[in-house]
């Protein structure tokens, strides 16, 4: 069967220092992947995905960049962090033509 | 048009009662509507989903009900529960090669026992 893991869990960074965090995927190959970003009590705001290795879509302009570096590795990252960044980041996957997106268990970061 | 607008914000159901949570859209190419079911700290997990081909699904305690000339879908919790109380997203995509699903802003729902 599929996993999908994030870490860490919880992140607390200082204002202006790098971010990175990683999402990896077992029991599947070439999934499609998903950085989505959650702020307190709001929706799910899609940042990037991916359909391959080293092809990454932005969906929003930003503080942030994400890369694919392997099959079923993406990590997503930040050079300065800045205090609107902090939330709760979600990985998704799917594969081929499938629609269900399967969610990661999430990274909680603050931004102090 | 790649809106998905989510409706009540938030909602509180007596313990037995009926959870209704509806979400509109105006993208006509939209073709699959799925629920997540989101606990505190967690990732959302897929509930139930539901394409425009039929107007009802059921799934155990959860129904999606579904009007495409109205363009809105709802999904009803019958007999909620404490441990219904989450946050449910509704969603839409319209396929494509990367499949990106449109969510809904959210409704937080608390079941009372």
């Known amino acids: 069967s599929q996993t999908i893991h994030q870490w860490p869990a919880t992140l607390v960074q200082p204002v202006g220092s790098p971010l990175s965090l990683e999402c990896t995927v077992e029991g599947t190959s070439n999934p499609n992947l998903y950085w989505y970003r959650q702020a307190a009590g709001r929706g799910l705001q899609l940042l990037f995905y991916s359909v391959g290795i080293g092809q990454i879509s932005s969906e929003v302009p930003q503080n942030l960049s994400a890369s694919r570096p392997q099959d079923r590795q993406f990590i997503l990252s930040s050079k300065k962090l800045l205090l609107s960044d902090s939330g709760f980041y979600l990985c998704a996957w799917n594969w081929g033509r499938q629609e269900t997106q399967y969610f990661g268990p999430g990274t909680r970061l603050l931004v102090l | 048009q790649q809106q998905v607008k989510q409706s009540p914000q938030s909602l509180i159901v007596q313990k037995g009662g009926i959870s209704i949570i509806n979400c509109a859209y105006e993208n006509t190419a939209f073709d699959y509507f799925p629920w997540y079911q989101q606990f505190p700290g967690k990732g959302p997990a897929l509930l139930i989903a539901?394409?425009?081909?039929?107007s009802e699904k059921k799934e155990g305690r959860f129904t999606i009900s579904f009007n495409k000339s109205a363009k809105q879908f709802s999904l009803h919790i019958m007999d909620s529960q404490p441990g219904d109380s989450a946050t449910y997203f509704c969603?839409?995509?319209?396929?494509?090669?990367?499949?990106?699903?449109?969510f809904g802003t959210g409704t937080l729902l608390a079941v009372q026992p």
């Open positions: 969603a839409a995509s319209d396929g494509g090669a990367t499949n990106k699903l449109i």
């Open positions: 539901i394409r425009p081909d039929v």
